[in-house]
């Protein structure tokens, strides 16, 4: 499948009917670079990553949906009784020329797979108002809306926004010492240089989805 033709603007399928479109599990390396251009964080790093879905026409790339782990460390107690029970949906993005319910068509087909392929439990998603984003696909997607996240900060470097979290990742060097990793060092060092910024955020708009 070519998901290098996919990365290009000028794919235009808003006459296609969404029946025509495929849906297929596929692997992070395939739509790292898709999910980069398309997606409003235009980034993957540091995503864990446990379902990668692909949606496909004519054998080119136009969406992808990555599901992971919570990234909010013991969030997932609030949903389920086990850690393993409970999945995030990551990312979501096609590109701009598709019909309308082509994401709500998608995340119902990734979330049939995950309920016939998986034990998931739980589906929990975020709709970031910093984004201009309210969940109206969620809604579509028959996800329940469970209230708002508490109000946050993001980081602005570079031209792009970042989690405050970048700056706490760690990685064990050769020695056994904890070390900050490269990128979250630069990124401190440029809010104490005044290259980068925190920028307060209000809530998220959460949802959550039961598979059982």
């Known amino acids: 499948m070519n998901y290098l033709e996919s990365l290009f603007e000028d794919l ?14 596929v ?13 409003y964080s235009s980034n993957v790093n540091g995503l864990r ?37 409970v999945i995030e949906l990551r990312r979501l993005c096609c590109i701009d020329n ?27 998603s975020y709709a970031d108002t910093f984004h201009g984003h309210e969940g109206t696909i969620y809604k579509a997607s028959n996800f329940k809306h469970c209230g708002m996240t ?11 926004i970042y989690h405050d979290k970048c700056i706490r990742t760690y990685y064990i060097d050769k020695n056994g010492n904890k070390e900050l990793k490269p990128f979250a060092k630069k990124v401190k060092n440029s809010l104490e240089n005044g290259e980068a910024k925190y920028i307060k955020t209000t809530g998220k708009h959460i949802y959550v989805y039961s598979l059982k």
């Open 12 to 25: 235009d399928y808003r006459q296609v009917s969404v029946k025509n479109f495929e849906v297929e599990p």
């Open 150 to 160: 508490s109000k946050g900060r993001v980081i602005e470097y570079g031209g792009r």
């Open 98 to 124: 598709t019909p309308k319910n082509t994401e709500s068509y998608f995340i119902g087909n990734t979330l049939r797979w995950l309920k016939k392929n998986t034990s998931y439990k739980t589906v929990v």
């Open 49 to 85: 990553v446990s379902n990668v879905f692909g949606l496909f026409y004519n054998n080119n790339l136009i969406g992808s949906i990555i599901y992971g782990p919570l990234g909010m460390a013991n969030t997932w107690k609030k949903y389920a009784e086990n850690e393993e029970d």
């Open 27 to 39: 692997t992070i390396q395939f739509v790292r670079n898709f999910v980069e251009k398309w997606h």
